[in-house]
Structures are given as structure tokens and as C-alpha cells.
């Protein structure tokens, strides 16, 4: 959703008055209010066969559909892929107009065929630019708020840290096939804190304090083991005062790129050309595929890249942080 903010910045900039709505995961009810400069109004998206994000709520789809035809949208745009299974589910909606990713004529619409390459942010401004709404900026956007601040300070896992003053170490991700191994992160911790002596924080989500845990006991260097059940806001809050993030190929890689923290990001299956942030000289990416440890020296070439490439990222002028809000 990150990677889709400079695409719905050019529709607003070309559209100024128009009432925008977002239909999306429920979870992403959260991303349209962070953003309300360019968002409206947000409907959850009940799921549909085929889409793999969630199960489809069938009893639902009536209802939902029902609701997107009531009101009687102008137009509908489908930025979800390349429309083979989506666009017969937008053309659903009953807007005035369809437009968005598919193969031209395979609807009643304007349609872009879907790239096969590219940068995911640049892949959705090209479908924008097609439509007639130019790029206003490639930039991310995560506006942090008083009660991200507040959320952090009430959790206390960034109590007695400084802006600017810690590096966070992010082991997790959704798909296992991301991770970088936890020994991975311990050592290019124990490196770091060797090299500045900044405290080092173990970032992560309330399902990720196992992998927390094993990266901590993996270390010899102290570590503050920061996962907890924090929203997105209050996780933005405590990187916008680190120094430097390292990090798997996961959501916090973009929240990096939209607060401006350098960070190394270790690449393990994805596509670096479509999902790393566009400034690769304060977000860094490391391939470090999978390999036969026996074979491959157990990994020390991938240590010694996120290394040298964090050692740079700290020699450069520090960035003005956020400071953590001190606890109430």
C-alpha cells in the first residue's frame, strides 16, 4: 500500500475535487486514515475467489457489491494486478467508467497492460500517467501522528532511547522464505555495536518475539527486544528516531523509505528491482539468496555485504530524527 501512495497523490493532483474512495483489505482501513489527503473514504474488501490475500466472504459479496453500485462511482480504477481476475470483479461495481491494469479490450474500459518489470511504485505511476494524472514525486509518504508517539511511549519499549542514538535489527517477515537466519542479524549486530557502540533495538510484530528471542541469543551484545503487539503507527514512531535500520524485504523496508532512515534490506526471494526503495543510496539492498551452507562458506558473504553497506550508511551525517515521545 506504501508503494501506491505516489500513484494516488497524481490522481488527487489531477483530480482535486473528487471524492476518492479506497476499497481494500480491512486492514488497510488504517492506511486511508493516515492519508486523507488523498483518500476519502474506505470500503473492506470481503475477498473474492481466486485472490489469495484473504478467503472470500461469499454470504458477503452480495451485500458489498450491492453497496459499491449504490454509489454510483464515476470511476472505477483497478491498480490490483493484471485484471484476469479482478477487473470482471470491478466492472461489478457499476461505475460510469472501468480503467486500470489489462490486456486492452478484454472489457469495457481503458486499460493499461500490466508490466512485467519495473519498480512496484513505478508500475502504478505509469498506469496513472496513462490515465492523464503525471507523477507529482516518487517519494512515500507515513505521516506520524501524536498518538503513534503517544502508543509508543504508553508500550515502553523505546524508553530511555535518544533520536539518532540506536540501530534497529528487523529478523521477520510474513513469508518464511524472506528471513535472513537470526545468527545472521546477532552478528551483524554484535559488528555494529562493536563499531559505535549504539544500542540496539530487535524490532517486530507481536507474532514475531520467537524470532526476536532467537536473534537476542544469538548476540554477546546487550539488545533491547522491542516486539510487541504496536500498530504500524507506533512501529514508524520508534524507527523515525533510529540511526539505521537492517531489515528483511518486509513492510518496515518501506516504512524506512517513507521516514528517510537509511537501511541495508536483505533480499532472500522477492524481486529487488520491483520492491527495494528507489534511493539506493540510503536504502540498500542485499541479495543473499538461500544457500548450501556446506557448499557456500555458511553464508559469510552476505554478513560481510550488509556489513560494509551499514558501515557506510553510519558514516554518513545523521539524518534529523524523530525523537520517541518519553513515557507519560
Not at 157 to 173: D, M, Q, T, W
Not at 209 to 221: D, E, G, K, N, W
Not at 276 to 302: F, I, K, M, T, Y
Request: net charge neutral; charged share 20%; with cysteine.
Amino acid at each position: 500500500m506504501l508503494c501506491a501512495v505516489p500513484a494516488l497523490r497524481a490522481l488527487r493532483a489531477a483530480c482535486p475535487h473528487a471524492r476518492i474512495t479506497l476499497v481494500g483489505l480491512p486492514w488497510a482501513a488504517a492506511f486511508a486514515a493516515r492519508h486523507p489527503r488523498y483518500l476519502d473514504v474506505f470500503v473492506a474488501f470481503p475477498g473474492f475467489p481466486g485472490l489469495p490475500e484473504q478467503p472470500a466472504d461469499s454470504a458477503a459479496q452480495p451485500d458489498f457489491l450491492a453497496a459499491m453500485r449504490a454509489r454510483r462511482a464515476d470511476l472505477a480504477i483497478q491498480m490490483h494486478g493484471d485484471g484476469t481476475i479482478t477487473n470482471p470483479l470491478v466492472a461489478e461495481f457499476g461505475a460510469r467508467f472501468n480503467a486500470g491494469f489489462g490486456a486492452p479490450g478484454s472489457g469495457d474500459g481503458v486499460f493499461l497492460p500490466y508490466p512485467d518489470c519495473g519498480a512496484e511504485i513505478r508500475r502504478l505511476l505509469a498506469l496513472m500517467r496513462f490515465l492523464g494524472a503525471p507523477p507529482v514525486g516518487e517519494h512515500l509518504e507515513f505521516p506520524l501522528t501524536a498518538a503513534d508517539h503517544a502508543e509508543l511511549a504508553a508500550s515502553g519499549v523505546a524508553e530511555g532511547l535518544r533520536p539518532n542514538g540506536y540501530v534497529c535489527l528487523h529478523a521477520g517477515a510474513r513469508a518464511a522464505e524472506r528471513r535472513w537466519p537470526p545468527e545472521r542479524f546477532a552478528a551483524v549486530g554484535d559488528a555494529l555495536h562493536d563499531d559505535c557502540g549504539l544500542p540496539l533495538v530487535l524490532t517486530g510484530s507481536q507474532h514475531e518475539t520467537s524470532i526476536t528471542a532467537a536473534v537476542r541469543a544469538a548476540m554477546r551484545s546487550p539488545a533491547i527486544d522491542a516486539a510487541a503487539p504496536i500498530s504500524a503507527g507506533a512501529l514508524a514512531a520508534l524507527l523515525g528516531g533510529a540511526r539505521l535500520l537492517v531489515c528483511n524485504d518486509t513492510g518496515v523496508a518501506h516504512l524506512a523509505a517513507a521516514l528517510k532512515l537509511p537501511c541495508v534490506i536483505v533480499f532472500r526471494a522477492s524481486e529487488i528491482a520491483r520492491w527495494a526503495p528507489l534511493d539506493r543510496a540510503l536504502h540498500r539492498p542485499v541479495w543473499a539468496p538461500a544457500r548450501d551452507r556446506a557448499a557456500q562458506g555458511g553464508g559469510d558473504e552476505d554478513l560481510s555485504e550488509v556489513l560494509a553497506q551499514a558501515r557506510v550508511l553510519l558514516a554518513m551525517p545523521a539524518r534529523r530524527a524523530t525523537a520517541p515521545a518519553p513515557a507519560p
